[in-house]
């Protein structure tokens, strides 16, 4: 893959209802879960090196061209909580929603290989307003983005959209939480899906990496408080506090659970491994160039120590398994552990319920890591321990 440095490359990022088709992307069922290879890359700043380190991961991948070459490929964006939330008065993409740089590169990239529709995706907490907004509220420019590459599109996936039905994932096996889960039509109206996460950890799954990125494609519409009992709701009010507490289920039109529980150490990284198999992720990449310790979003807890970090990483795999647990060693984190071990202290593995349901393997022998080795990657995260010290 060569790097073009034309007008379809991104290098100014920095300033700127009911009725449900039925959708069941192929999965692996088997009990062993496939081996995959996994690409490390350092990379210090937010500038062209991004375009340059991710297109070197890409190659030593195996290449964009045959992924996505002729198709559309949606772009699963962090950018969770609201645009005022911010530690230390920092932009956001610099403590913990991905860096538009590296949305840009990404978009550049896939362009270039070949993709004929690019679709970002967010659940964006702004009612049903385009993704757009949100953006220009944090003071992002999407009209680089759409510079990016010949087709890019955007949808706020927090309701209907621009959707007339939502689409329905059935979990594979049945579910561990629900049996599936009703979601805007653009996760299923693609050919590759890509979850663009942060190197982050999580007050409730331990970590947050590629997989529980996608925590965050479940409508409001469905999974809020203030979801109707019986179909989806016109606005997306409220926040997917029933998916972590189980206080209530969604309305009567959609799967419904399969298990009973109100701890959210069990039910959220349950949650995570079901949508993983559900809607499988085809490309996971994580960026950890900047991001912070203490959770997924600042000042969560005065208690908990939130501070920015500098790791200078990027990962990237087409297995969102070995990818987090890759992610996970370069965190100091062992991908194996479960509850009771950092950075499970209070909650079950993410990693090792998905793997369960033949998504991908967490063991490291079984992981090919190319580029930069994780011992010269790693940057240690602070354990629950230490964050409440």
């Given at each position: 893959?060569?790097?073009?440095?034309?007008?379809?490359?991104?290098?100014?990022?920095?300033?700127?209802?009911?009725g449900?088709?039925?959708?069941?992307?192929?999965?692996?069922?088997?009990l062993?879960?496939?081996a995959?290879?996994?690409?490390?890359?350092?990379?210090?700043?937010?500038n062209?090196?991004?375009?340059?380190?991710?297109?070197?991961?890409?190659?030593?991948?195996g290449?964009?061209?045959?992924?996505?070459?002729?198709k559309?490929?949606?772009?699963?964006?962090?950018?969770?909580?609201?645009?005022?939330?911010?530690?230390?008065?920092?932009?956001?993409?610099?403590?913990?929603?991905?860096?538009?740089?590296?949305?840009?590169?990404?978009?550049?990239?896939?362009?270039?290989?070949?993709?004929t529709?690019?679709?970002?995706?967010?659940?964006?907490?702004?009612?049903?307003?385009?993704?757009?907004?949100?953006?220009?509220?944090?003071?992002?420019?999407?009209?680089d983005?759409?510079?990016?590459?010949?087709l890019?599109?955007?949808?706020?996936?927090?309701?209907?959209?621009?959707?007339?039905?939502?689409?329905?994932f059935?979990?594979?096996?049945?579910?561990?939480?629900?049996?599936?889960?009703?979601?805007?039509?653009?996760y299923?109206?693609t050919?590759?899906?890509?979850?663009?996460a942060?190197?982050?950890?999580?007050?409730?799954?331990?970590?947050?990496?590629?997989m529980?990125?996608?925590?965050?494609?479940?409508?409001?519409?469905?999974?809020?408080?203030?979801?109707?009992?019986?179909?989806?709701?016109?606005?997306?009010?409220?926040?997917?506090?029933?998916?972590?507490?189980?206080?209530?289920?969604?309305?009567?039109?959609?799967?419904?659970?399969?298990?009973?529980?109100?701890?959210?150490?069990?039910?959220?990284?349950?949650?995570?491994?079901?949508?993983?198999?559900?809607?499988?992720?085809?490309?996971?990449?994580?960026?950890?160039?900047?991001?912070?310790?203490?959770?997924?979003?600042?000042?969560?807890?005065?208690?908990?120590?939130?501070?920015?970090?500098?790791?200078?990483?990027?990962i990237?795999?087409?297995?969102?398994?070995?990818?987090?647990?890759?992610?996970?060693?370069?965190?100091?984190?062992d991908?194996?552990?479960?509850?009771?071990?950092?950075?499970?202290?209070?909650?079950?593995?993410?990693?090792?319920?998905?793997?369960?349901?033949?998504?991908?393997?967490?063991?490291?022998?079984?992981?090919?890591?190319?580029?930069?080795?994780?011992?010269?990657?790693?940057?240690?995260?602070?354990?629950?321990?230490?964050?409440?010290?």
């Amino acid at each position: 893959m060569r790097v073009h440095i034309s007008r379809r490359e991104f290098v100014g990022a920095a300033g700127m209802a009911v009725g449900a088709h039925m959708a069941r992307p192929a999965i692996a069922s088997a009990l062993k879960a496939p081996a995959s290879r996994v690409a490390i890359g350092q990379c210090q700043e937010y500038n062209r090196e991004v375009t340059a380190t991710l297109a070197t991961m890409f190659d030593q991948l195996g290449g964009l061209d045959k992924l996505v070459g002729g198709k559309t490929v949606s772009i699963k964006l962090n950018m969770t909580g609201p645009t005022s939330d911010k530690l230390n008065s920092m932009p956001n993409q610099m403590t913990h929603w991905v860096h538009p740089q590296v949305i840009g590169s990404l978009i550049s990239l896939l362009g270039n290989a070949g993709a004929t529709r690019i679709r970002l995706l967010e659940s964006a907490p702004i009612g049903t307003k385009p993704l757009q907004d949100f953006m220009l509220a944090a003071g992002w420019q999407p009209k680089d983005f759409v510079s990016a590459a010949k087709l890019v599109e955007f949808e706020n996936t927090n309701f209907l959209g621009s959707g007339k039905t939502y689409a329905r994932f059935m979990v594979p096996g049945g579910g561990l939480m629900y049996a599936g889960y009703d979601l805007n039509h653009s996760y299923r109206d693609t050919d590759v899906f890509i979850s663009l996460a942060k190197l982050k950890e999580h007050r409730t799954a331990g970590v947050t990496l590629s997989m529980k990125n996608c925590f965050g494609i479940t409508p409001c519409t469905i999974y809020s408080q203030e979801a109707p009992e019986d179909e989806p709701g016109i606005l997306p009010v409220g926040y997917r506090g029933p998916m972590h507490s189980g206080s209530r289920v969604p309305p009567k039109s959609a799967p419904q659970p399969v298990a009973e529980s109100k701890d959210p150490g069990f039910r959220v990284p349950r949650i995570t491994a079901d949508l993983v198999a559900a809607r499988p992720i085809h490309l996971a990449v994580i960026d950890g160039i900047y991001t912070m310790t203490g959770g997924e979003l600042p000042n969560q807890d005065p208690n908990w120590i939130h501070q920015p970090v500098h790791p200078g990483l990027l990962i990237a795999g087409m297995n969102c398994v070995s990818t987090d647990a890759v992610a996970m060693a370069t965190m100091g984190f062992d991908p194996m552990a479960d509850r009771g071990s950092a950075p499970f202290e209070k909650c079950d593995n993410t990693l090792r319920l998905a793997e369960h349901l033949g998504v991908g393997t967490r063991d490291l022998s079984r992981i090919e890591v190319v580029g930069t080795p994780i011992v010269k990657a790693q940057y240690r995260f602070p354990t629950l321990t230490q964050l409440t010290t």
